[in-house]
């Protein structure tokens, strides 16, 4: 299996991780990005509220493009007959990347973003 996506330049982050196991995972946007240039993120969505998101995720990390808001995973307890769909626990990457690219640039969302490497990981 190859280390690094062909998309990775055009994306402007690299793969780190991927968490195939559950389904429901989460984004937030925090309040602190009405003060900069990912404000147009917040458009008629609540800050601070993390959103449900159904399906794999794929964690990038930046190398050349800008990172707004969090990626979260969700609280997994063994004793919970309710362990399949939990509130989010932790922020483990970015939400959303923006990469200049030539003259334009790429908005990606995370959750969906590039999902094969990961699917691929589970077989």
């Not at 982050?13 to 946007?29: G, K």
Request: glycine fraction near 8%; proline fraction near 10%.
């Amino acid at each position: 299996m190859r280390k690094e996506s062909d998309l990775s330049r055009i994306i402007g982050a690299r793969l780190v991780d991927c968490h195939v196991q559950y389904p429901d995972n989460d984004v937030r946007l925090p309040g602190e990005l009405d003060q900069g240039p990912g404000k147009f993120l917040l458009e008629d969505i609540p800050a601070d509220w993390p959103m449900l998101t159904w399906g794999p995720i794929a964690v990038y990390e930046p190398t050349s493009a800008q990172a707004f808001g969090q990626l979260m995973v969700a609280y997994r307890s063994r004793d919970n007959q309710w362990s399949r769909h939990m509130s989010p626990a932790k922020a483990v990457g970015p939400a959303f990347l923006i990469n200049s690219h030539g003259k334009g640039a790429l908005n990606n969302k995370l959750p969906n973003l590039h999902p094969l490497p990961c699917l691929a990981q589970r077989e």
